[in-house]
T-cell receptor, first 116, second 113 residues
Framework: AQSVTQPDIHITVSEGASLELRCNYS??????LFWYVQSPGQGLQLLLK??????LVQGIKGFEAEFKRSQSSFNLRKPSVHWSDAAEYFC??????????????FGTGTRLTIIP | DVKVTQSSRYLVKRTGEKVFLECVQD?????MFWYRQDPGLGLRLIYF???????EKGDIPEGYSVSREKKERFSLILESASTNQTSMYLC????????????FGSGTQLSVL
């Protein structure tokens, strides 16, 4: 069955520290992969996406993510977090389902807290 | 920039009422989606539509219906609201391939009392 897992429900990091948010998927092929961010009281905003090619992709707000086929992972990273990065982050693989349509599946999210 | 507008930010309804949630997008996207978001459960797909007057059930369609009479507008209908439908509802749109990602509205927090 197709699935996505974000193993960390809540992460707390100090401002200026590095960040890595984990995402693993289960699928018989390589899906398209997305990361979204949701600031408090807002909808979701696309951070970055991976389809093929270079396995390290750059996104907005200084985020990057690395696709590792052998680990079925697509972890999100940032070298130095800012207080404004406090939000909830969702990993979302795009799996193909019946009739050739694609279906975006969201992980349960990781809430990021930044401490001064 | 793509704009997805949800008509209400907060709604309070009573059990048994018929509830309409409206969503409008301004980028001529073919696909539109309704999700509900609950703590610890992430986003779950209720219904989606890939064309006018077309609709497909998502993962949790029970108790909901949708309407898409015009390309830019996608409505979610709760025929008889129940307390377990209290949730944040998010509308999204995308190009037909889906590979550009989804563009989300700000959400409607619905409380059913």
């Amino acid at each position: 069955a197709q699935s996505v897992t974000q193993p960390d429900i809540h992460i707390t990091v100090s401002e200026g520290a590095s960040l890595e948010l984990r995402c693993n998927y289960s699928y018989g092929a390589t899906p398209y992969l997305f990361w979204y961010v949701q600031s408090p009281g807002q909808g979701l905003q696309l951070l970055l996406k991976y389809f093929s090619g270079d396995t390290l992709v750059q996104g907005i707000k200084g985020f990057e993510a690395e696709f590792k086929r052998s680990q079925s992972s697509f972890n999100l990273r940032k070298p130095s977090v800012h207080w404004s990065d406090a939000a909830e982050y969702f990993c979302a693989p795009l799996f193909k389902w019946n009739f050739g349509n694609e279906k975006l599946t969201f992980g349960t999210g990781t809430r990021l807290t930044i401490i001064p | 920039d793509v704009k997805v507008t949800q008509s209400s930010r907060y709604l309070v309804k009573r059990t048994g009422e018929k509830v309409f949630l409206e969503c409008v997008q301004d980028m001529d996207h073919e696909n539109m989606f309704w999700y509900r978001q609950d703590p610890g459960l992430g986003l779950r797909l209720i219904y989606f539509s890939y064309d006018v007057k077309m609709k497909e059930k998502g993962d949790i369609p029970e108790g909901y219906s949708v309407s898409r009479e015009k390309k830019e507008r996608f409505s979610l209908i709760l025929e008889s609201a129940s307390t377990n439908q209290t949730s944040m509802y998010l509308c999204a749109s995308s190009l037909h391939t889906g590979t550009g990602g989804l563009f989300f509205g700000s959400g409607t927090q619905l409380s059913v009392l």
